[in-house]
C-alpha cells in the first residue's frame, strides 16, 4: 500500500510526470502529421509547377515580384487604416 502510495505521488515518475508525457506525446505526434500533410502538399505543388509553364510563371510574378523585360509593375498595398 505504501509503496503504491509512493509510485503513485511522490516518484520521480509520478502520475501527474506520466499525464504531461503523454499530451506532450500527443501534441509533438499531431505537429508530426501536419508536417507530414504539408510536404505532401509542397511536393505536389512542386510537381505541377515543374509541369506546368503557366503556373511557373504565375508563381515567379507573385511570390517573387520576377517580370519580362517590357512590363512595369504597380503593387497595390490596402491601407490599414480605416478611412473616416
Do not use: C, P, T
Request: proline share 0%; net charge neutral; hydrophobic share 35%.
Amino acid at each position: 500500500m505504501l509503496l503504491s502510495l509512493w509510485l503513485l505521488f511522490f516518484d520521480r515518475n509520478d502520475v501527474f510526470y506520466q499525464y504531461e508525457r503523454y499530451q506532450s506525446v500527443k501534441k509533438l505526434e499531431a505537429e508530426a502529421n501536419y508536417f507530414k500533410n504539408e510536404i505532401a502538399r509542397n511536393k505536389k505543388e512542386g510537381g505541377e509547377l515543374k509541369s506546368d509553364s503557366k503556373l511557373l510563371e504565375k508563381f515567379a510574378r507573385e511570390r517573387y515580384l520576377m517580370k519580362k523585360d517590357n512590363e512595369d509593375i504597380f503593387l497595390l498595398v490596402e491601407d490599414s487604416l480605416e478611412k473616416k
